[in-house]
Structure formats: structure tokens, C-alpha cells
């Protein structure tokens, strides 16, 4: 069954994550994304872990693609990639702004060309602003957005979530922009350029923070596990593991009460509502935990399920890549890659049911379509 995108042909001119996996989402969704590369290729290719010398995470976030390889400061191939732009709808770059300009590739010279094309760009900081000209790494503006000023022990050194949130969001909120763009010029006729940043995916991502600090005039302070606005919500330590449990609103708080064997609690003045669970969580935690420690994950698990509760365990990326629950939502499919053979990856994350996405093709070689596309032979592809 065709991709809801698969009238749409993308130019993915990105490198390293951001850029990359927005064209993967459209890529996902039918869209044909042919991955403009140098003859060095994408940056990703050169990072581990390896299998039989391909880069698993580059596999990861670059299927559904074609590769061709082109320098862009040679005449030849930017009169090359003239041509395809010509017919494109989308062209999606993460270099530093002013890069592609220099190229000669700038907003003004695509739109003049193709005035329905699709300008989408990602950067460290944005195309305007005192910081525009730096360059962005996701360490950098999960530091900067404030994410990691608020997550990590209270007491301890700030932490970076070890996903590269600011990069992943970044190409979440460019695929949006893209499609809004798309839409509009359903109505317009015309195309337009679409951006964000690393930074401002970063920042947006701070609802609770961000009401906090317009809230109060103060700045969030790192609180661990704990929850801004919820109480009892966080992890537990259990005899043999930890869970997860989400108790915040009333009725679930009075049942978990009983789980525990402490009724009492719900008629603490301390813990009566949830803002007085918040303002005492470290106490409310405290006692909950010195009984949750008893008895096995199972156990705790079996009993909050069955009283409705939200929680579940702490589950490591093996069993979660074997969970039953997981594969039959099918986020885990198999590809096979002409180097590495079978190659399980991510599957598509938003499920449609007329025209659903899918994992058809593996991320490409370097150059492996360049003469198919082209009509050239690409010595990268060797």
C-alpha cells in the first residue's frame, strides 16, 4: 500500500542526525528521499558500532533513502543537482547558515528556480539571532536550553540525557514544518523556507519548566526523579529491580495507599492533594519506598495493574526490543542490507490506517545510486 508521501520527492542534502532523520520520517511515509552525499560521505558512517564495516546507527537513521555522491563545489555537479532541484519538492540541508549560499544554493536562488520548493533547514542556533553563526552540537544545546540544568541528582552535576534529544526533536519539528509548508502550498502555489534549531527544539520541549519560571520569577530547581506537578510519580526501588508508578491523581493515590498497606497517608495533612504531595514529595517517597523494597517488581506490578494504576519496570533495550507488547506494534522490523545482511532496525512510530508507512528499502552505500540517478558512474560506490 503507497506512503501518504509518495508523490513527494526529497532532496536530503543533511549530515550526522538531525537533518538526516527528518528525511527519514518523510522517507518512512513514501516520500523519495535521495540522500545527496560528498565523496567522503555523511559524517554518521563513521560511527560506531559497526557491522561488517557499516555504521549501525547511519543504517539506523538513513533507510529508505538513495545515496548519490556529489562535490558541490564543482560546477558540474551543482549544475547536476540544479537539475533535480528543478523537480523536487522539498530540500531539506543542516549546514551552518550562510553555507549553502556560499554554494550558491541560497533561498533566494532555489525559490527563484523553483518557486514550489521547500527550503528546510536545521542549525545549531537558527538563521538569525547574536548566536546564528555558531556551531551546534546536541551536548551543547541540551546545556544551553536548560534541559540539562534540570535533570540529574538535586544535590549532583547536571546530566545530558544520553538520547540526543535536541537533535531527534529538531528533525521532528522540521518534518512538521515541512508538511505545514506542503499544505500551504496546496493553497498558495508556492513553497517557502521552513526552520528550527537545536535550541529551539531544546527549549520547546520545557512545558513544565517554562510554566515554573513565567509562574513564579524562579528559576527550576534540578529535583531528581521527582515529578514538578505530580505526586507519588516516579521510580521505585523493588526487592529485585525498579518500577515505575504514576499515582498522581486521587483515586489512584488512595489505592496505592492500600497496596502499600498504609491507608493512613491518604489522610495526611501533608499528602491530602496534589500540591501538598509535591511540596512533601521527598517525605511521601520516603515512606513509600521503605515498603515497595520488600517484595519483588512482580509482585508490586501484578497488584497496581490490577487496581488500574499507571506503572510499569525499568526495562534495558534487550528486553525491550524482545517485549511483546513492542513487537506487535511492529517497532522493531528487519531489513536486509547488501553488506551486513539482515539488520533489525526502528519501525515507523505513527501508525496510519489507510496509508500506512514502512521500512522498505536499507540505508544506502556511499555513491550506490549515483549512476541510476544520474546517469553516471560514482567511484564511491566501488
Not at 560506531?48 to 547511519?58: I, L, R, T
Not at 523536487?88 to 554554494?103: S, T
Request: hydrophobic content about 40%; some cysteine.
Amino acid at each position: 500500500m503507497p506512503g501518504a508521501l509518495q508523490h513527494l520527492l526529497v532532496l536530503d542534502l543533511t549530515s550526522h542526525l538531525s537533518g538526516p532523520y527528518c528525511a527519514m520520517l518523510l522517507a518512512d511515509h513514501g516520500a523519495e528521499v535521495i540522500k545527496i552525499e560528498p565523496p567522503t560521505g555523511d559524517s554518521a558512517r563513521n560511527m560506531p558500532p559497526f557491522v561488517n564495516g557499516e555504521s549501525a546507527p547511519f543504517m539506523t537513521w538513513n533507510r529508505n533513502k538513495r545515496s548519490v555522491v556529489m562535490d558541490l563545489k564543482q560546477d558540474a555537479d551543482r549544475n547536476a543537482l540544479f537539475d533535480l532541484i528543478d523537480r523536487a519538492d522539498v530540500l531539506v540541508e543542516n549546514y551552518r547558515p550562510g553555507v549553502l549560499a556560499r554554494l550558491g544554493l541560497g533561498w533566494d536562488v532555489l525559490h527563484q528556480r523553483n518557486p514550489r520548493l521547500i527550503l528546510g533547514s536545521i542549525s545549531g542556533f537558527g538563521q538569525t539571532g547574536p548566536y546564528s553563526s555558531r556551531g551546534g552540537f546536541d551536548l551543547i544545546t541540551q546545556a544551553m536550553s536548560g534541559l540539562m540544568s534540570t535533570n540529574g541528582p538535586a544535590d549532583g552535576d547536571p546530566f545530558r540525557l544520553p538520547i540526543a534529544i535536541s537533535d531527534v526533536s529538531a528533525g521532528m519539528f522540521l518534518a512538521f514544518g515541512v508538511l505545514a509548508a506542503i499544505e500551504a502550498r496546496h493553497r498558495t502555489g508556492t513553497g517557502q523556507h521552513v526552520e528550527t534549531s537545536l535550541l529551539e527544539a531544546a527549549t520547546s520541549l520545557a512545558v513544565y519548566e517554562s510554566a515554573h519560571y513565567f509562574a513564579t520569577g524562579t528559576r527550576p530547581a534540578r529535583i531528581g526523579q521527582a515529578h514538578r506537578g505530580s505526586s507519588p510519580y516516579q521510580c521505585f526501588a523493588t526487592a529485585d529491580g525498579h518500577i515505575t508508578i504514576g499515582a498522581s491523581q486521587q483515586h489512584f493515590f488512595a489505592k496505592l495507599c492500600q497496596i502499600v498497606g498504609q491507608p493512613e497517608l491518604v489522610s495526611d495533612p501533608r499528602f491530602r492533594t496534589v500540591a501538598e504531595r509535591v511540596a512533601h514529595n521527598d517525605t511521601l517517597v520516603a515512606l513509600l519506598a521503605k515498603t515497595l523494597q520488600e517484595k519483588p517488581s512482580g509482585h508490586w506490578l501484578a497488584a497496581l495493574e490490577a487496581a488500574g494504576i499507571p506503572a510499569g519496570p525499568v526495562m534495558h533495550y534487550d528486553e525491550v526490543f524482545t517485549d511483546p507488547h513492542i513487537l506487535a506494534r511492529e517497532m522493531v522490523v528487519r531489513t536486509e542490507h547488501p553488506v551486513t545482511g539482515t539488520f533489525h532496525t526502528l519501525g515507523v512510530t505513527v501508525k496510519l490506517s489507510d496509508t500506512p508507512g514502512s521500512v522498505r528499502l536499507p540505508a544506502p552505500r556511499l555513491g550506490e545510486h549515483t549512476a541510476e540517478i544520474l546517469g553516471r558512474r560514482s567511484d564511491a560506490a566501488d
